[in-house]
């Protein structure tokens, strides 16, 4: 399949979120100040969100639901449907011991299971790349749906966003909700909808709406080019607070051996997804029943709790939810 320069080019905005997610897996903090982090954290009572970033809960083996694998199409009764995944994107996506794993591809495995659907992950620093030469049949990557990535495949919306504010150990500047933002040096990466928040009044869940309407001044926005530099930009101290979503400040924090703490999170009302070729409409429907059935019974609260993940979670999944 020859991939237009169009196509590609509109599947940046998704291949850069993509990036800055990925670059939260590396380390934040230097090792040698880790014990003395990790103490003063203890001092100022910052929620402990300890362990390992790679853990993962016992993988599901779950029995296929007949009425739903009879609507599935047939080519995929006999071949499996391939996800295409950045490395190591914990908790989101990640590799452990052969196996792909995180919430979200927990949940898509399951909701596979459901349906009589093999689902194989297909690690690539070119996911995306691959998806619009049609090498993959669908990304995950905790995609904001938009309406605008509508027009390249269709999302199972399956979690809502949410905003996390990270800020250096001990929350120094007392942060405890997203007013407490307004008047401060906030920080945030190229391509997130956390960035956008800080500079678009017309982006959902914006900081300078919100700050405008509180009568308060606006927050200063620190632009850096990846969610690494970003927290180097908190460490450092040249922000006051960095936003980003609550997946990604898990991991942060996890990372920074003390050196971090999130102030707060809070759900935004934008959703959140899988996406699929729009060749596979058929084979989508029947998966968001799927997930349907696992918020139902209790297995994708199961699955997003064991990760740590406390916002955003859904009663009714979608296809296609967004409205902008």
């Not at 940046?12 to 903090?29: I, K, M, N, S, T």
């Not at 180097?232 to 607070?241: H, I, K, P, Q």
Request: proline share 6%.
């Amino acid at each position: 399949m020859r991939t237009s320069r169009t196509f590609l080019t509109r599947l940046l905005p998704l291949a850069l979120a993509a990036g800055l997610v990925a670059a939260c897996g590396a380390q934040v903090e230097d090792p040698e100040s880790a014990a003395a982090a990790a103490e003063t954290s203890a001092a100022c009572d910052d929620p402990d969100i300890s362990g390992d970033p790679f853990a993962a809960p016992e993988l599901l083996s779950l029995q296929a639901d007949e009425a739903l694998a009879d609507q599935v199409p047939a080519v995929f009764r006999d071949e499996p449907l391939v996800i295409g995944v950045a490395p190591d994107l914990p908790p989101i996506n990640f590799g452990k011991d052969g196996e792909q794993r995180g919430y979200e591809a927990d949940l898509l495995r399951a909701a596979g299971q459901l349906a009589g659907v093999e689902v194989v992950f297909q690690q690539s620093q070119n996911a995306l790349q691959e998806y619009g030469a049609g090498q993959v049949d669908g990304i995950a990557g905790a995609f904001t749906d938009t309406l605008e990535r509508q027009e390249l495949g269709d999302f199972i919306d399956y979690s809502t966003g949410s905003r996390a504010a990270l800020t250096q150990q001990c929350n120094p500047e007392g942060i405890e909700s997203t007013e407490d933002l307004c008047g401060l040096d906030v920080v945030a990466a190229v391509g997130t909808v956390q960035l956008a928040q800080l500079t678009d009044r017309t982006t959902p869940g914006s900081l300078l709406t919100l700050c405008e309407e509180a009568g308060l001044p606006a927050p200063i926005p620190v632009q850096a080019d990846t969610s690494v530099s970003a927290i180097t930009s908190l460490t450092a101290g040249r922000a006051d607070a960095l936003v980003t979503g609550e997946p990604i400040a898990i991991n942060a924090v996890k990372q920074s051996d003390g050196a971090l703490t999130i102030a707060y999170v809070e759900e935004l009302p934008v959703p959140v997804g899988v996406m699929l070729s729009k060749d596979l409409s058929g084979l989508t429907e029947v998966l968001a029943q799927a997930y349907q059935q696992l918020v139902d019974d209790g297995t994708y609260a199961e699955i997003m709790n064991s990760y740590g993940i406390e916002y955003g979670l859904l009663d009714t999944i979608t296809v296609n939810g967004a409205t902008s």
